[in-house]
């Protein structure tokens, strides 16, 4: 049973557009839902997160939007890059008996166009 | 702070052979994951440790993996009687607190000939 899942396993984007990465999960216990960002060769590096109190998180390009209720999440990344090529993990976590274990989606392969 | 360190980068080794791999978490961190990605299944939870104990390893193929975690500066899996099906980069995490940031070293690519 997949507890975390991205619906895109691949998205193409031009640069300057908005990519859409969405994600749902089944754990209604989940609280803290992070994306991560990870390059060839490296280790996924956090990139932006939420907790389950909020239904909106910004940071630069980077907006979560989340729906508890229909328990889904996005990431949308604004004005995209050809750098912004990356594959990017959708994660939740919850404050439950095993609070620190932090379960990953599959994944989705960003590609932006110049 | 030069982050989680695994070690060896690269692995290579014969089908039926151990193979150990190395973490070195980030100081002052309590929780210490690995983790193990391949393009099918993307990043499987396989075990994880807080304050050095093992708290849960629902992830490990239960016969031939295994996790320690001696002292609060390193911790190793070790795979015996590696088969091709394990060919994956294995990753090590760690982190502060339940619900913050985890940290990824770059991770042990093993490939089982």
Not at chain 1, 8 to 21: D, H, K, N, Y
Not at chain 2, 78 to 87: A, C, E, L
């Amino acid at each position: 049973q997949q507890q975390v899942r991205q619906s895109s396993q691949s998205l193409t984007v031009w640069e300057g557009e908005t990519a859409i990465l969405n994600c749902s999960y089944e754990n209604s216990a989940f609280d803290y839902f992070p994306w991560y960002q990870q390059f060839p060769g490296e280790g996924p590096a956090l990139l932006i997160a939420i907790r389950s109190v909020s239904d909106k998180k910004e940071d630069g390009r980077f907006t979560i939007f989340f729906n508890k209720r229909e328990k889904n999440l996005s990431l949308h990344i604004k004005d995209s890059q050809p750098g912004d090529s990356a594959t990017y993990f959708c994660a939740a976590s919850g404050e439950d008996t095993n609070a620190y274990k932090v379960i990953f989606g599959k994944g989705t392969h960003l590609h932006v166009l110049p | 702070n030069a982050g989680v360190i695994q070690t060896p980068r690269h692995k290579v080794t014969g089908k039926g052979q151990e193979a150990t791999l190395w973490c070195e978490p980030i100081s002052g961190h309590s929780a210490v994951f690995w983790y193990r990605q391949t393009i099918v299944q993307g990043l499987e939870f396989l075990t994880y440790f807080r304050n050095q104990a093992p708290i849960d390893d629902s992830g490990m193929p239960k016969e031939r993996f295994s996790a320690q975690m001696p002292n609060q500066s390193h911790s190793t899996l070790k795979i015996q009687s590696t088969q091709p099906q394990d060919s994956a980069v294995y990753l090590c995490a760690s982190s502060l607190d339940a619900g913050t940031e985890v940290f990824f070293g770059k991770g042990t690519r093993l490939t089982v000939v």
